[in-house]
């Protein structure tokens, strides 16, 4: 049977990717990218060895992504996004830093996590700054709608952690009521947390906070 969806939480727009970021798909994603397969993915194989896997979930340019794998050499981090320039960019950094607990999947994370990652082998999930689509009428795309959420619950052992970040307040309290409403979460804050070390202030973030602008972090626990 055919799996409809008909929304996505993302728009493919490709941009232009630079001479180095088109040689980093090109040369480093058969090296550092797992390819999407409708089958499930033995994470301990992918990464070598056994430890606590981590699940990026739209990692931008993949500097912050990086950074968290490089400072923590003890755990494994899976990150998928989309949008080649990304891709390429987290690529080179991989290369560049000999990042051995890092890999890539080019996919929609959706399908990734329905057909690929098996019950309860995530340690943690993060979603960092993704796309507000703040228009009412857009709301329908945001990524952690009910069945998502369900679904990316699934995929985290108990005790594991969803650690939600954005810099739009409106959407910080609409994804604050989802995750309330998911009876497998638990909020480790009252409402938000506050950054944790591991997530490094981006260079956007600390321009926002200068001008006043807020970050709102919500890290809830699988039960």
Known sequence: ????????SFVLRQGRLTAAQERAVE???????????PQRLDLDAAFGRAAPKILEIGFGMGGATAQIAQANPDQDYLGIEVHSPGVGNLLKLIQEQSLTNLRVIQHDAVEVLRDMI??????????????????????????????FLALLCSKLKPGGYLHFATDWEEYAQWTLEVLRGES????????????PEYRPLTKFEQR?????????DLIFRRI
């Open 118 to 147: 098996a019950d309860e082998a995530l340690d943690g999930v993060h979603i960092f700054f993704p796309d507000p689509w703040p228009k009412k009428r857009h709301h329908k795309r945001r990524l952690l709608q009910a069945e």
């Open 208 to 216: 926002g906070l200068n001008l006043g602008h807020g970050v709102w």
């Open 27 to 37: 040369t480093l994603l058969p090296v550092y990218g797992i390819s999407y397969a």
């Open 1 to 8: 049977m055919e799996h409809a969806r008909p929304i996505r």
């Open 184 to 195: 497998k979460l638990t909020n480790t804050a009252g409402d938000y947390a506050p950054r």
